[in-house]
């Protein structure tokens, strides 16, 4: 077992290689509280810190996604100088990764030889902080536990950093420089609008969240709108909405998975739901809305999408970030491409009259969203604890990237 000062040197004399290879615009802060560049023009007050030298050993002896986000959930690498989303920025600026792959030589593998050696530190223990058994959705199933999951965190951890509406999807913005809730209320009127609206109609709005657009379209277009969910914290937090507001005669929220609904309805919204399907549940998922529809009743569906592959086979197979997303933070998540979900609702009956790409909107949403939950940081660790904000950080963060760069998208 190499001893703490060899350790410690030989990630010292990593540093040239870094800085060629990675170029980054930041810097590195060791266990002993010495920075060093990984770029030309790295940045000293912006840098990356790694608390021992077990981290060093634990990601060469896994070097997956999964393992360094957990290592920074658990706070044993962190970033500073920066929030989230510019710190990733910064890294990706110079488009390291590719420059990431000529760094290996014989020079680093020698200085990286003996961190294989060197123990990891106890950590706690954060199962927990992983959904348990089946991350699938099931066909006609309970899958009660897994939206529960990620929606029963807490109300008080939601306000942290969604509008006053508690709308927990993608605002829309007429002009990039308005708030938060002015966006939000500007997307579920755009909604409403799009479904057409008008007094009397009955409306069904699955996966209602905590019913901002069934209060909203009863409040402002005459509906009777009915919501369903299968999150408790979000009834609770509806039904108080509902009282609140008066519209007792007009709203009603339910704890009721989509496929139990029964009736007609002339309207039906799903926003941000479809994710939550499984993609291969989607036909199922169409032919119940369409079952509750007359003819000539309007269907509008608006969620994530990831771009199509050459092939199905390539499509469907499941990257480390998104293996990682279902593990901690969407169990029974899957998002399909656009094409093959306009597919299925043809197949289904449908006709489609509208399709609208809304990835910038929804950029910038969690961009607001991730400096939110960052401003009211400490609030939100002493709610859900320390790795689970950590967490729920970078997820946010993550996403307002994925869809800035294109590599996932929203429809």
């Known amino acids: 077992r190499p001893s703490e000062e060899k350790l ?3 990630a010292k004399n990593l540093n040239p290689y870094m800085v060629e290879g990675l170029d980054f615009r930041v810097s590195v802060r060791l266990w002993d509280g010495s920075i060093f560049p990984l770029g030309r023009d790295s940045d000293p007050n912006v840098y990356l810190s790694v608390s021992d030298s077990g981290v060093f050993g634990s990601l060469l002896r896994r070097p997956t996604v999964e393992n360094v986000v957990m290592h920074y959930a658990r ?4 970033f500073h100088g920066a929030d989230p989303i510019t710190f990733i ?4 600026a110079n488009k390291s990764r590719k420059r990431a792959k000529k760094i290996f030589r014989w020079g680093v593998a020698r200085e990286l030889i003996p961190f294989l050696f060197a123990p990891a530190k106890p950590t706690v223990d954060d199962s927990s902080l992983a959904v348990r058994g089946n991350e699938q959705q099931k066909v006609g199933g309970d899958n009660r536990a897994l939206i529960q999951f990620h929606y029963d965190v807490g109300n008080e951890f939601y306000k942290l950093f969604l509008d006053e509406n508690m709308v927990y999807t993608c605002a829309y913005f007429t002009d990039w420089n308005n708030s938060l809730e002015q966006a939000q209320f500007d997307k579920l009127d755009m909604v409403c609008r799009k479904l057409q609206l008008k ?46 507001l008066g519209l007792q005669d007009q709203v009603k929220v339910e704890l009721k998975d989509y496929n139990d609904v029964e009736g007609q309805y002339d309207k039906v919204s799903c926003i941000g739901m479809i994710e939550h399907v499984g993609i291969s549940n989607i036909p199922n998922y169409l032919a119940k809305v369409n079952s509750l529809l007359p003819d000539r ?11 199509a592959k050459r092939s199905r086979k390539k499509f469907r197979r499941i990257r480390p970030e998104q293996r990682l997303l279902k593990k901690y933070i969407f169990p029974g998540g899957e998002l399909d491409h656009i094409g093959h979900t306009i597919e299925k609702m043809e197949a289904q009956g449908f006709r489609v009259h509208d399709v609208e790409g809304w990835r910038d909107h929804y950029a910038l949403t969690c961009r607001l969203w991730t400096n939110r939950l960052w401003d009211n940081r400490e609030e939100a660790i002493r709610l859900v604890g320390k790795e689970r904000f950590r967490l729920w950080l970078a997820y946010l963060a993550g996403v307002s990237y994925s869809l800035g760069d294109g590599s996932v998208c929203l429809f």
Not at 89 to 92: Q, S, T, V, Y
Not at 214 to 232: I, K
Not at 297 to 307: A, I, V
């Open 8 to 10: 410690l040197q030989c």
């Open 75 to 78: 706070g044993q690498i962190d």
């Open 199 to 244: 007094p009397g109609d009955r409306l069904l709005d699955m996966g209602c969240g905590w019913g901002a657009l069934v209060c909203h379209a009863a409040q402002h277009y005459g509906v009777q709108a009915h919501g369903v969910t299968l999150s408790q914290a979000q009834v609770d937090f509806a039904q108080q909405k509902i009282q609140a």
């Open 297 to 307: 009743g309007l269907f509008l569906n608006h969620g994530l999408t990831r771009p």
């Open 89 to 92: 920025e910064i890294l990706r």
